[in-house]
Structures are given as C-alpha cells and as structure tokens.
C-alpha cells in the first residue's frame, strides 16, 4: 500500500519562509517524479512544481519561480519544498503527487496560509 504524507504547513507572515515536506512509502521503485501542485480556496488545484527522479531537472510555475526551491532528499522518494518570501496568492491547501510508469500517487495535502 503507497502511502504520501505531506507535513510542514501552517500559519507564516507575508514575507516569510515555510519548508514542505512530502515523504511516499510502499514505493517499489525510487524513481518517481515528485511534483507540488495547490489548491486555493473556490479555485482549481494548480500546478507549482516538479522534479525528476534523480533531481537534476525541475520545472516551476511562473507564479512560484525565484521563491520556491524543490528538491530531493538523499532519503529515497522525500523531497522538499522551501518556499521563501510568501505571498498572500500562496495560501492554498498543498499537495504532493508521485508519479511515473502510469502510476501517480497522491498525499492528503498540508494547508500553507500567509497572513498580512
């Protein structure tokens, strides 16, 4: 059973930092793509970022791109999200996604809320 959990949400000023984690068990393989996508309150969900398995290649949205850094951890199929000088448009419940070979596996997300 694959199981994607998400962690490091919370409540953080505009201007600040906030580090997301998102960790997949029951994997059979390591070389899943990790991407972040989120989802703002009476908004679709929305992509944010991506990474490939071994980390070399990422791709970000233009709303994120030069703040949020993605990136894998040496822990097989963990990565990380820092997201730095926060916005009041980034808060949005987040969610991570593994995929790859046909398969994609989705956490339970972790809401990121920006105050003013």
């Known amino acids: 059973q694959v199981q994607v959990t998400e962690s490091g949400g919370g409540l953080v000023q505009a201007g600040g930092s906030l580090r997301l984690s998102c960790a997949a068990s029951g994997l059979s393989r390591i070389n899943y793509r990790v991407a972040w996508f989120r989802q703002a309150p009476g908004k679709g969900r929305e992509f944010v970022a991506d990474?490939?398995?071994?980390?070399?290649?990422?791709s970000y949205a233009d709303s994120v791109r030069g703040r949020f850094i993605l990136s894998k951890d040496r822990v097989p199929n963990t990565a990380h999200l820092q997201m730095n000088d926060l916005k009041g448009e980034d808060t949005a419940v987040y969610f991570c996604?593994?995929?790859?070979?046909?398969?994609?596996?989705w956490g339970q997300g972790t809401q990121v809320t920006v105050s003013f």
């Open positions: 996604k593994f995929y790859g070979a046909g398969h994609e596996f």
């Open positions: 990474i490939n398995w071994n980390g070399y290649r990422k």
